[in-house]
């Protein structure tokens, strides 16, 4: 008896096929972490506008925006304050879309020029958003900028 590939056999194959690749992604979904990246975030969404709105129109007004630039030679992220206001506290949020742990926060400590220096060697390639929450003469500014950083 000799074996001929058919029309009937070409079916069963398709559906074999598929059925296989259906049941390997199933399997693969599982050990996919589908978490939230943020915890509460509902919670955070909901006063999104209200707070984080008002601290951005606050730093549109600024003369002089702060700005945020990342030297690629050097592999440094320098954040530059406007000259003109004082006493600036809050903290500088390094922030990983895909992954939290890799998430980091620094205290705004400036130097004499309004500037913080930020060595980047260590963090991992990629996309990152970076997120200035900060205050100074008791109004609150909040500045973001994505970068990606090689």
Do not use: C
């Not at 742990?101 to 060595?119: A, E, G, M, W």
């Not at 958003?129 to 994505?146: A, H």
């Amino acid at each position: 008896m000799k074996f001929r590939f058919h029309w009937g056999w070409a079916i069963a194959v398709f559906y074999t096929s598929f059925v296989a690749i259906m049941v390997y992604f199933v399997f693969y979904s599982k050990t996919v972490d589908h978490s939230l990246v943020r915890d509460n975030y509902y919670d955070y969404d909901v006063g999104y506008e209200k707070l984080i709105g008002k601290k951005k129109r606050n730093s549109a007004s600024l003369s002089t925006p702060v700005k945020i630039d990342y030297d690629s030679k050097n592999k440094t992220l320098i954040v530059d304050f406007p000259d003109s206001l004082k006493n600036i506290t809050g903290e500088i949020w390094f922030y990983r879309v895909n992954n939290e742990k890799l998430d980091k926060k620094y205290s705004i400590k400036t130097d004499s020029l309004n500037k913080q220096v930020f060595d980047i060697n260590n963090f991992i390639k990629g996309k990152w958003k970076i997120t200035v929450d900060w205050k100074s003469e008791d109004i609150e500014y909040l500045d973001e900028k994505e970068l990606y950083f090689n």
